[in-house]
């Protein structure tokens, strides 16, 4: 199962991004009871949790992105999302995706977000 994570970029201080991660061969069920996160890691930092998404619909957020991101899931289309907005110039790093259950923790290639100045 392969994790696709898309729509990093470049994007000024305050502005917005949205972030999706698509798994289009995972089965649907497996799917819904699936925990996806999204995770960052900027240069020279250990990777950290931004945000995830359980099945039941309870979400997480780390401390310095609550208010300003969230993410979202659409399990008919197998994918998840991160709506990142009011950007700030620390949000920079390559953003991860996480797909979690019982005997399962896939990491998808990363997406650099870059907020400039």
């Known amino acids: 199962v392969q994790l696709q994570a898309s729509g990093g970029g470049l994007v000024q201080a305050g502005g917005s991004l949205r972030l999706s991660c698509r798994v289009p061969?995972?089965?649907?069920?497996?799917?819904?009871?699936?925990?996806f996160g999204w995770y960052r890691q900027a240069a020279g930092n250990q990777r950290e949790l931004v945000a995830d998404?359980?099945?039941?619909?309870?979400?997480n957020y780390g401390d310095s992105v609550k208010g300003r991101f969230t993410i979202s899931r659409d399990n008919a289309k197998k994918t998840v999302y991160l709506q990142m907005n009011s950007l700030k110039t620390e949000d920079t790093g390559v953003y991860y995706c996480?797909?979690?259950?019982?005997?399962?923790?896939?990491w998808g290639e990363g997406t650099l977000v870059t907020v400039s100045s």
């Open positions: 996480n797909a979690r259950g019982p005997n399962m923790d896939i």
């Open positions: 998404a359980s099945r039941d619909g309870s979400s």
């Open positions: 061969r995972m089965i649907l069920s497996t799917f819904w009871s699936t925990t």
